[in-house]
Antibody, heavy 121, light 112 residues
Framework: EVQLVESGGGLVQPGGSLRLSCGASGLTFNNHWMGWVRQAPGKGLEWVANIKQDGSAKYYVDSVKGRFTISRDNAQSSQYLQMASLRVEDTAVYYC??????????????WGRGTLVTVSS | QTVVTQEPSFSVSPGGTVTLTCGLSSGSVSINHQPSWLQQTPGQTPRTLIYSTNTRLTRSSGVPDRFSGSILGNKLALTITGAQADDECEYYCLLYIGSGIWMFGGGTKLTV
């Protein structure tokens, strides 16, 4: 079965750190861009970060630049999101996502079930 | 600051046709924004309904043909023809803004 499974969410105080992990199975992991999308409680979707197949390119939404770091381990079919200097407004369900593509046109193909990050004192 | 805009809510009668739109504050939406439409039913993860290639918008595998995507004027559009009760949920557009950056619209809550 093709799936993405996130872990690492939880309750953290403002200013704290957390590392999210995402394991992939059933797909050729190193063929795909990967990323993270978050959704605050009762709110819409927000793209957070992407990482290229070989990890050579990484992109972030402005609100997390300098605080979050995306990485991947193709040998482990896993990607990660290291989050630091967390703020209350980072509270959200974080989804691991896999991008598909046809030539240079990309789309979101696969989502994990999400992991909840709560930033609160 | 680029903003991707969607109608916050829309209502359609069962069997009716509705067109949701997605605009870009910085200008017109084009196929070069690699546009897509996603559907999120309550409590579920989103799924891509419509995605783009370099020439057209196309449905994902398994998506009913009552869903179609297009560029209408300067906006991305999602048309549902013959709306069903199951279509009542949230719809998001996703655009590639450039320089590796993607942006979702705020979502449209559709009531059938």
């Amino acid at each position: 079965e093709v799936q993405l499974v996130e872990s690492g969410g939880g309750l953290v105080q403002p200013g704290g750190s957390l590392r999210l992990s995402c394991g992939a199975s059933g797909l050729t992991f190193n063929n795909h861009w990967m990323g993270w999308v978050r959704q605050a409680p009762g709110k819409g979707l927000e793209w957070v970060a992407n990482i290229k197949q070989d990890g050579s390119a990484k992109y972030y939404v402005d609100s997390v630049k300098g605080r979050f770091t995306i990485s991947r381990d193709n040998a482990q079919s896993s990607q990660y999101l290291q989050m630091a200097s967390l703020r209350v407004e980072d509270t959200a369900v974080y989804y691991c996502v896999q991008w598909g593509h046809i030539d240079n046109w990309h789309r979101l193909d696969l989502w994990g079930r999400g992991t909840l990050v709560t930033v609160s004192s | 600051q680029t903003v991707v805009t969607q109608e916050p809510s829309f209502s359609v009668s069962p069997g009716g046709t509705v067109t949701l739109t997605c605009g870009l504050s910085s200008g017109s939406v084009s196929i070069n924004h690699q546009p897509s439409w996603l559907q999120q039913t309550p409590g579920q993860t989103p799924r891509t309904l419509i995605y783009s290639t370099n020439t057209r918008l196309t449905r994902s595998s398994g998506v009913p043909d009552r869903f179609s995507g297009s560029i209408l004027g300067n906006k991305l559009a999602l048309t549902i023809t013959g709306a069903q009760a199951d279509d009542e949920c949230e719809y998001y557009c996703l655009l590639y803004i450039g320089s590796g950056i993607w942006m979702f619209g705020g979502g449209t809550k559709l009531t059938v």
